[in-house]
């Protein structure tokens, strides 16, 4: 991500290029693979909050150090601009991390799949998580994720048992077993 990718204002997120390590290092600039992986991303206000305490440590860095060279354009970099290293960022920040909130080592990568489940058990609309993941078709959203399924599937019927007691009561038709009739006495 570079920063001309983000407006913090409005914290979104514009996502139009992917970086890849061939042998030697060297960094490649590439499209996404498919037209949906370019998309932007409204941000979750902690990331806005965050992303900014990373400018603010960039700028006060940069003070100290050579004012001569220009801000970096990646958001997360070496100190001479260049992307970080993914190999760096999971053994310098990423492990420190999960082993200082005694959490167990995951892959970077599964910070995205939790993410997709997390979003779909709080009830977010597949289509809306298709979107953030870049899926081309929902049914790779819905493949994907297809194990939380059952746990959705319960705590939609006991909303549907809500809502339906609910709408009951309100009617003051407790039983639920009274018919509506219309004003011809006709049940409908």
């Known amino acids: 991500m570079k920063w001309s990718d983000l407006d913090l204002t409005y914290g ?3 996502v139009q290029r992917t970086l890849l390590r061939v042998s030697g290092g060297q960094a490649i ?3 996404p693979k498919s037209p949906t992986s370019r998309r932007c991303i409204h941000l979750p206000q902690l990331a806005i909050e965050a992303l900014h305490r990373h400018a603010q440590r960039r700028r006060v860095t940069r003070q100290k150090g050579d004012r001569s060279k220009q801000a970096p354009e990646w958001i997360f970099c070496d100190d001479e601009g260049s992307p970080l290293r993914a190999t760096s960022l999971i053994r310098q920040s990423f492990h420190p991390l999960l082993d200082k909130a005694d ?3 995951i892959r970077f990568h599964d910070l995205r799949h939790s993410t997709a489940t997390l979003l779909l058990t709080l009830g977010i609309h597949p289509k809306i998580v298709q979107e953030l993941l870049g899926h081309s078709q929902i049914f ?3 493949d994907s994720y297809s194990h939380i399924l059952p746990t959705l599937q319960e705590e939609a019927m006991k909303q549907l048992s809500t809502a339906l007691t609910d709408s009951s009561n309100k009617n003051g038709k407790e039983d639920g077993n009274d018919i509506d009739q ?4 006709k049940p409908h």
Do not use: F, M, N, W
């Not at 219309?182 to 006495?185: P, S, T």
């Open 29 to 31: 600039v590439s499209e």
């Open 182 to 185: 219309d004003k011809a006495g």
């Open 140 to 142: 790779v959203t819905l």
């Open 103 to 105: 959490l167990p080592r």
């Open 12 to 14: 979104k997120l514009q």
